[in-house]
């Protein structure tokens, strides 16, 4: 039986989210999870292959706006919500969405497609690139000191109910995320996700928790988490399980850090989701005994290398021409030079000799400035081919703090 890709329509979503989780496990998500999910649907950015009434497949988009390197927000799509189904593998399901899903992004005028991966192998075929990285740590409160800095003390901190104070802490997450690049300006409806909190994702753990930092009655800082007591014959050893943490500075940050390493009945404070240059990394006594891993967060895809490289700013003055390679979007294909310092950019097709050649993959993965055009050279994946562009390119595509996705989609 022939298979069609069509655009998501309001009345098919319950069959195509299923196909979704089917293809992840098949574990149904919590009722409020699926009406966020809905709700935050963008129906003429979602596609699905269908095979007659049967969903075998779906892709969909959502409309970002994405932190560069320079503090400017760029307009991208989130690609989100891919799978195909088990029984319809290898049957060029998954390359035909990716392709409707490219041109379409292309066809909107957004220069940027990034998304997170559920297996980091998929992707790369299509152009996207490991662009930023994530760091986890389970830190062991009994044994890690803090060292804290000057005005640590004159921060108050005080419980708030999540809902009551949800506003004033978005507030302060829009002021952030220019200062980092990968961080995502929330659009309207995305509020919601930080007080997302089904029971059936606690494992045991309390509800959401929120506590703020405020200097002089202004707000300087957050953290929600929840608490999971655990206890053995010794006696109490549960955990802080940390969602988020944002503060305005180091005072701030660091108050928040001492109070979740204290918290009674607990040893542990554990943070999924943290920028690989976190501060907290320079206020630990011991750095062995974090707990710390790293992995591949946001996967970034240019697609269109003109506008996207003239998005950003460079950290030193950049001149130099890129011979770009993308069999899956060949519109990107060819020599762009790149003219750019801290104030912007220009990016215009040549015929000059190329001084660097990589793929739009790689391109991908060095736009946020978090991996370096060097280490990608080292494993024979850029190629220099003028002395010294190398050593140009690196620290201009370079930012001053790491890039970092704080929350999924």
Same mark, same amino acid.
């Given at each position: 039986m022939t298979t069609e890709l069509r655009e998501l329509r309001q009345e098919d979503w319950d069959e195509y989210y299923g196909t979704l989780e089917l293809a992840f496990g098949g574990?149904?998500?919590?009722?409020?999870?699926?009406?966020?999910?809905?709700?935050?649907?963008e129906f003429d950015r979602f596609f699905g292959t269908w095979e007659g009434e049967t969903c075998v497949g779906t892709t969909g988009a959502f409309s970002f706006r994405?932190?560069?390197?320079?503090?400017? /927000?760029?307009?991208?799509?989130?690609?989100?919500?891919?799978?195909?189904?088990?029984?319809?593998? %290898? %049957?060029?399901?998954l390359t035909s969405?990716?392709?409707r899903q490219l041109d379409d992004v292309r066809a909107k005028g957004e220069c940027l497609a990034v998304l997170t991966a559920s297996e980091p192998a998929?992707?790369?075929?299509?152009?996207? +690139?490991?662009?930023?990285l994530q760091m986890k740590a389970e830190i062991d409160t009994a044994r890690? %000191?803090?060292? /804290?800095?000057a005005g640590t003390d004159d921060v108050r901190l005080r419980y708030a109910k999540p809902a009551d104070v949800h506003a004033?802490?978005?507030?302060?997450?829009?002021? %952030?995320?220019?200062?980092?690049? +990968?961080?995502?300006?929330?659009?309207?409806g995305w509020e919601r996700l930080g007080l997302l909190?089904?029971?059936?994702?606690?494992?045991?753990?309390?509800? !959401?928790?929120?506590? !703020?930092?405020?200097?002089?009655?202004e707000l300087v800082g957050y953290a929600r988490f929840h608490v999971k007591p655990e206890w053995d014959a010794a006696g109490p050893k549960g955990t802080v399980k940390l969602r988020d943490l944002e503060a305005l500075d180091p005072a701030a940050n660091a108050a928040l850090w001492q109070f979740l390493f204290g918290i009674d009945l607990t040893s542990t404070v554990e943070a999924r989701s943290r920028p690989v240059d976190d501060a907290v990394l320079h206020l630990v006594s011991d750095v062995r005994r974090c707990g710390l891993q790293v992995k591949d967060s946001l996967h970034v895809r240019l697609v269109d290398v003109g506008a996207a490289l003239e998005a950003r700013a460079y950290r030193t003055p950049v001149n130099l021409v890129l011979e770009v390679d993308d069999a899956f979007c060949p519109w990107n294909t060819g020599r762009w030079r790149l003219k750019g310092d801290v104030k912007g950019a220009t990016c215009?097709?040549?015929?000059?000799?190329?001084? /660097?050649? !990589?793929?739009?993959?790689?391109?991908?993965?060095?736009?946020?400035?978090?991996?370096?055009?060097?280490?990608?050279?080292?494993? +024979?994946r850029v190629r220099e081919l003028r002395p010294g562009a190398l050593a140009e390119a690196t620290p201009a595509f370079g930012s001053d703090v790491a890039p970092w996705l704080p929350h999924g989609f």
């Open positions: 574990v149904a998500e919590a009722k409020e999870e699926h009406e966020l999910w809905n709700a935050l649907t994405l932190s560069v390197p320079g503090g400017s /927000l760029v307009d991208a799509a989130g690609v989100t919500m891919v799978s195909v189904a088990a029984t319809h593998r %290898r %049957r060029g399901i969405m990716m392709r998929i992707y790369g075929r299509f152009g996207y +690139g490991a662009a930023t890690v %000191r803090l060292s /804290l800095p004033a802490c978005e507030a302060l997450y829009a002021r %952030r995320v220019s200062e980092r690049p +990968g961080m995502l300006a929330r659009q309207p909190d089904p029971e059936s994702e606690r494992h045991g753990a309390s509800p !959401l928790q929120c506590v !703020l930092a405020e200097r002089d009655g215009e097709r040549t015929e000059d000799d190329a001084d /660097l050649a !990589l793929s739009v993959r790689d391109l991908g993965s060095a736009y946020l400035g978090g991996i370096s055009l060097t280490s990608l050279a080292a494993a +024979g």
